[in-house]
T-cell receptor
Framework: AQSVTQPDIHITVSEGASLELRCNYS??????LFWYVQSPGQGLQLLLK??????LVQGIKGFEAEFKRSQSSFNLRKPSVHWSDAAEYFC????????????FGRGTSLIVHP | NAGVTQTPKFQVLKTGQSMTLQCAQD?????MYWYRQDPGMGLRLIYY???????DKGEVPNGYNVSRLNKREFSLRLESAAPSQTSVYFC?????????????FGNGTRLTVT
């Protein structure tokens, strides 16, 4: 069965600092990986996704993520964090075929200090 | 451009009361999902519907029932609410033809059971 681990429950950074949110996955075949962001009081919005090809993928809002098969990781990064990036971030691994049911990690809450 | 619409936004129930959470999407998606979100637990799948007329249990279906009324609407019913069902509930939809397409989420229903 597929699973996702986000080891950090909370991350605190200063505005303008760089950011890396960790995600480790377990999946038997080639994984389909996603990062979603949830702003307060909102639903989840897709930031970026990976299936194959270039292991560094670019997303919206200046985010990027790097797939590392040897480490079973798909970490999310941003070079310079803005106060508006404060939100909950979810990593997810997807299944192909059938009804498609992604498995979500428990989320990492990002706090941005001015 | 409504996307996924959930009603109500907030609800308070007493233990034993029943209610139905409504979800509608206007993107002509075949697949629809109900998740609950609890602190530190991420999103857990309650039920999903791969297409009109079909529903299947997810990870945490106990205490819930669903109805896929038509292609647009997927409702979640609590027959006898319990305090353990206090949570934020999200409906999502997706076009299943491509597994890389993202889930589209509603803004959630915050339910408190006293």
């Amino acid at each position: 069965a597929q699973s996702v681990t986000q080891p950090d429950i909370h991350i605190t950074v200063s505005e303008g600092a760089s950011l890396e949110l960790r995600c480790n996955y377990s999946y038997g075949a080639t994984p389909y990986l996603f990062w979603y962001v949830q702003s307060p009081g909102q639903g989840l919005q897709l930031l970026l996704k990976y299936f194959s090809g270039d292991t560094l993928v670019q997303g919206i809002k200046g985010f990027e993520a790097e797939f590392k098969r040897s480490q079973s990781s798909f970490n999310l990064r941003k070079p310079s964090v803005h106060w508006s990036d404060a939100a909950e971030y979810f990593c997810a691994v997807g299944a192909s075929g059938g009804s498609y049911i992604p498995t979500f990690g428990r989320g990492t809450s990002l706090i941005v200090h001015p | 451009n409504a996307g996924v619409t959930q009603t109500p936004k907030f609800q308070v129930l007493k233990t034993g009361q029943s209610m139905t959470l409504q979800c509608a999407q206007d993107m002509n998606h075949n697949s629809m999902y109900w998740y609950r979100q609890d602190p530190g637990m991420g999103l857990r799948l309650i039920y999903y519907s791969a297409s009109e007329g079909t529903t299947d249990k997810g990870e945490v279906p106990n205490g819930y029932n669903v109805s896929r009324l038509n292609k647009r609407e997927f409702s979640l019913r609590l027959e006898s609410a319990a305090p353990s069902q206090t949570s934020v509930y999200f409906c999502a939809s997706k076009s299943p033809e491509n597994f890389l397409l993202p889930l589209h989420f509603g803004n959630g229903t915050r339910l408190t059971v006293t």
